[in-house]
């Protein structure tokens, strides 16, 4: 069945609703066939593969057991880059004619590039900070008046880390994993995830309660995975759902650009269906240009 995603321009507002409830060798054959058409081939990797690089990162899916894929694999000429249980796939680095050559393999269901994401930037001042406006914007304080301000949730942030010193976060950090490669941090280089987890559950400390966030009574899950200069990949937002999953969240923030989720079969797609199968709620920004 087709899943509906509700995608909102305040991806906290739903936050706010949710307070409401709450072996063998890898064989590959050796010539290279012309595969423009060949289905198996997302158009963006495709595409990626007429520019000529020697190395490309992607995603493939497999239409059979993850044991009996694997095993398949071994001996594989790729670099295996992440190996998924949430999804039937593994992400991995390689070179355009084993691609085209897993392409042909009747075990594989898709192959796909390994898609970059983004974030718009660090905070720059205060008058950057939207607690107040995303608060108010939801009526969040009709909902503390009634004694509901999130208690019990858990909300995993993925982003580029949370500064778990800010007077607003003191506390409220309750599980973190880092997947972000050569930046050995959960901590926040950038800003935007602070930003994030102030929005959703920051307690207001640092300005008196002026910038309180939506669900102050929310705990959070720090997920990092954009880097220092804001960018991530598919592979790692798909490793973070996984781990926001296994360890307890109730919502998954994906504040980000760059996704596409109109695609039913994509793999980022695919692993946010299976999370909400399970019984998370996965929340995605649909921009900030109105």
Not at 3 to 31: D, H, Q, R, T, W
Not at 130 to 135: F, L, P, R, T
Not at 145 to 171: E, F, M, R
Request: a negative charge; glycine letters at 12%.
């Amino acid at each position: 069945m087709k899943k509906i995603f509700y995608i909102l321009a305040s991806s906290m507002s739903l936050i706010v609703l949710v307070m409401f409830l709450f072996a063998p060798g890898f064989l590959l054959s050796e010539s290279l066939p012309d595969l423009s058409g060949e289905p198996k081939i997302d158009a963006s990797l495709r595409k990626e593969l007429s520019l000529g690089s020697d190395e490309i990162p992607f995603i493939m899916l497999f239409n059979q057991s993850r044991l009996a894929s694997w095993e398949k694999l071994q001996g594989a000429p790729l670099h295996m880059v992440r190996r998924y249980d949430i999804i039937p796939g593994v992400a991995a680095m390689g070179s355009p004619g084993t691609i085209r050559r897993l392409a042909r393999e009747q075990w594989i269901e898709g192959l796909y590039l390994d898609g970059s994401v983004f974030v718009s930037g660090p905070v720059r001042s205060e008058d950057d900070f939207a607690g107040e406006s995303s608060a108010r914007m939801v009526n969040a304080s009709y909902l503390w008046s009634q004694g509901i301000n999130g208690s019990g949730v858990i909300v995993a942030v993925l982003d580029s880390g949370i500064n778990q010193n800010h007077p607003d976060l003191i506390g409220k950090v309750v599980g973190e994993v880092n997947f972000v490669k050569n930046e050995e941090t959960t901590n926040d280089l950038l800003g935007h995830g602070t930003m994030v987890a102030g929005i959703i559950a920051g307690s207001g400390e640092a300005s008196g309660g002026k910038y309180m966030g939506v669900a102050p009574g929310a705990k959070l899950l720090n997920v990092r995975v954009i880097d220092s200069e804001g960018d991530g990949r598919d592979s790692d937002i798909i490793a973070g759902i996984e781990w926001a999953l296994n360890n307890g969240a109730d919502i998954i923030s994906l504040s980000l650009g760059g996704l596409d989720l109109g695609e039913t079969n994509l793999p980022v797609t695919m692993a946010a269906d299976n999370a909400m199968d399970a019984g998370a709620i996965v929340c995605v920004a649909a921009g900030n240009s109105g």
